[in-house]
């Protein structure tokens, strides 16, 4: 009889694979979209800058002077006590929050909506940005971290700056027991095991015998102790390169 292999295990949802949600203090969104925002200016202040487990980059509060809070990832340079103003007449300073129509060309943001009042989606992690390229009739174009570029909505509100924490990844774990609590703040399984290195017993692709592996393809529907590898993949190896 074959043991209940980690995808079983984890959708119970016992203590070895529960994340530490409990040490989360607020998702990262923007406030709604007001109608000050939209004539002018609301100004605020960053009350406090904290860690929170699970999260690469350091978390800011920023309270509004209607009285409303949010918090966001802090930019490069911000710091407690610090003055932020949101809206399309405000100044292009660090941490200031204005819409893509109202950035000039060439400027660095970062925490982007994709759509306009979804609360910031794109280029959020710790040291990453994206780049005004420019504005034309399709929308605003932008260069992302990875490189590619993108139309967006006139309207979608940006933070002026760089994500604080870069070169994060840089550092070197060192021990093992320093990448454990990492994966245990994010909630996620580690370490992992290869399914190719258990018994038979132990994982649909396990066994011994190497040569003959089984199709790593398996359909969405399959049940829990076979849904593992590629599911419902579309494609599988590597892309053929067109002839031109």
Known sequence: MGKRIRVQ???KGSPPFRASTHKRI????YPSISKKELEGVSNGQIQYIFHEPGRGAPLALVKLETGESYHMVAP???YEGQQIQMGSKAPIDIGNVLPLSHVPDGTMVCNIERTPGDGG???????SYALVVGHTPQGVMI???SGRTRYLNTLCRVTIGVISGAGR???PFLKAGAKFHLMKAKGR?????RGVAMIAAAHPYGSSKRGARKVTTVSRHAPPGKKVGLIAARKTGRKRKRRT
């Open 169 to 171: 990844v840089d550092k």
């Open 9 to 11: 295990r984890r959708g």
């Open 189 to 193: 399984v580690y370490p992992r095991t």
């Open 76 to 78: 490069e340079g911000a």
């Open 143 to 145: 260069k992302l971290p």
């Open 26 to 29: 607020a998702p990262v969104q």
């Open 121 to 127: 989606k794109i280029s959020r992690s710790s040291g």
